[in-house]
């Protein structure tokens, strides 16, 4: 698990291809690897992927087809700036919300405006994902854990601060570029318990049966 606040902005020092495949290295700047050991998970560019070789100026980690296909590892290239966090240890601020690094989706900025010192980001999600994107909930883009400002079809909004666009990947963002999502986990399990179970789902009648309405 993630909280998704960045911990470094890395790079991609090296992509090489193994049967289909990919083995990514990355150079972490100033993430301190020191606590890392191979087989710990590495959040980049909010995606999980675990660390299979480790020396003093990054990591290496393989990358499978479905992560390059669902996600946009795909299309990094040498040099390409990626958002990095270590996996959350219990005794750690919880300074986000609850990150998995499992990415639902690709999505895509439409647009970036001035809101005095901050910036007011709105992007473009598949229509599947858009429902679990509620006003005031949590998003992860790019691994960084947002709150969504407005929510109208299948974009939404947010509000970024200097000091989040300075030290992530957002820095290097423009419009048309896409971006990895995660949705709130707390929206998919809500889902499934108005959807499924023995009840048939929570609905009116549920709550009317049950002395809620």
């Known amino acids: 698990m993630f909280t998704g606040i960045i911990q470094s902005v890395g790079r991609v020092r090296g992509i090489e291809r193994r049967g289909g495949d990919v083995r990514l290295s990355i150079a972490t700047g100033d993430l301190d690897l020191s606590d890392v050991q191979l087989g710990d ?77 901050s910036q007011r980001w709105t992007f473009e999600v598949p229509a599947d994902l858009a429902r679990y994107i509620a006003h005031k909930g949590s998003i992860t883009i790019d691994g960084t854990s947002l709150t969504v400002n407005e929510v109208e079809g299948t974009r939404f909004g947010v509000n970024l601060i200097p000091h989040t666009v300075e030290h992530t990947t957002f820095a290097h963002r423009r419009s048309g570029d896409a971006v990895n999502l995660e949705v709130d986990v707390v929206a998919r399990y809500v889902e499934r318990l108005l959807g499924t179970g023995e009840s048939g789902g929570i609905d009116a009648e549920f709550l009317r049966r049950h002395g809620f309405a």
């Open 41 to 117: 998970s590495i959040a980049v560019a909010g995606c999980c992927l675990t660390a299979v070789a480790l020396d003093d100026g990054g990591f290496a980690a393989d990358v499978s087809n479905e992560s390059l296909s669902l996600t946009t590892l795909g299309g990094l290239k040498d040099g390409d700036a990626v958002n990095l966090e270590k996996a959350l240890r219990l005794a750690d601020r919880l300074g986000g919300h609850l990150v998995s690094g499992h990415v639902d989706g690709v999505g895509r900025v439409v647009s970036v405006t001035r809101d005095a010192r």
